[in-house]
């Protein structure tokens, strides 16, 4: 257990729709990253919050958002889904500021739009 | 732009050594990590190199050239349950930066 929290763990939606992903880092760390992985493509970096504020913002797209709260947990919204945003969406966090910090991740949620 | 090659799948017998490469091109170095990832699951960090050489961890090694561009990760003494995808990634910008991952290679380990 990495102590990243992802809910809901499976969603299964109609297209056009607006689902909400929520993540709880491990307690004291500060830097929540999403990443988006489908069955083709590796792990695609979408945003990355620090503290609250957005640190760094990868391949995300407009109908996407996402947030940091005070308590340091997270929300990935996406609207207006397409078949395509079918994938494994995964928080992860890491505590400081250095290079050699890994990231955690949690178990993810399985997004499927039909 | 960023680019990580991995090769898409390996096959290895129970109890060998396994070597899974990964190449890279990226506008900036500031480490790399492997990580295993089970199907369906998260995943867990193995390994970090940011300076050349050879970091061992138990049944597991990495390495690294930053001229080259190049790491691999070594497994040794093969079990079944090392059956997983394997993924390389690089921290290209300093701080506490996000990952850039390649795609990943999955390994099925048999008796």
């Known amino acids: 257990d990495s102590g990243v929290t992802q809910t809901p763990k499976h969603l299964i939606t109609a297209t056009g729709q607006r689902v909400t992903l929520r993540c709880s880092p491990r307690?004291?760390?500060?830097?929540v990253y999403w990443y988006q992985q489908s069955l083709d493509q590796g792990l695609q970096f979408l945003i990355q919050?620090?503290?609250?504020?957005?640190?760094a913002k990868g391949n995300i797209l407009e109908r996407f958002s996402a947030q940091q709260f005070p308590d340091l947990h997270s929300e990935l919204n996406l609207s207006s889904l397409e078949l395509g945003d079918s994938a494994l969406y995964f928080c992860?966090?890491?505590?400081?500021?250095?290079?050699?910090?890994?990231?955690?991740f949690g178990q993810g949620t399985r997004l499927t739009v039909v | 732009g960023q680019n990580i090659d991995q090769p898409t799948e390996m096959t290895a017998t129970e109890g060998a050594i396994v070597q899974i490469n990964c190449t890279y091109q990226?506008?900036?170095?500031?480490?790399l990590f492997w990580y295993q990832q089970h199907a369906g699951e998260a995943p867990t960090f193995l390994s970090y190199?940011?300076?050349?050489g050879l970091e061992e961890k138990g049944r597991f090694s990495s390495f690294l050239s930053r001229s080259k561009g190049y790491s691999y990760l070594l497994l040794k003494e093969l079990q079944m349950k090392d059956s997983a995808s394997y993924l390389c990634?690089?921290?290209?910008?300093?701080?506490?930066?996000?990952?850039?991952f390649g795609k990943g290679t999955r390994l099925s380990v048999i008796a």
């Open positions: 992860a966090s890491s505590v400081s500021q250095a290079e050699n910090t890994e990231a955690f």
């Open positions: 307690s004291g760390d500060l830097s």
């Open positions: 919050y620090y503290n609250g504020e957005e640190r």
């Open positions: 990226t506008s900036g170095f500031n480490g």
């Open positions: 190199n940011v300076l050349d």
């Open positions: 990634a690089v921290r290209d910008r300093s701080g506490n930066t996000p990952l850039v």
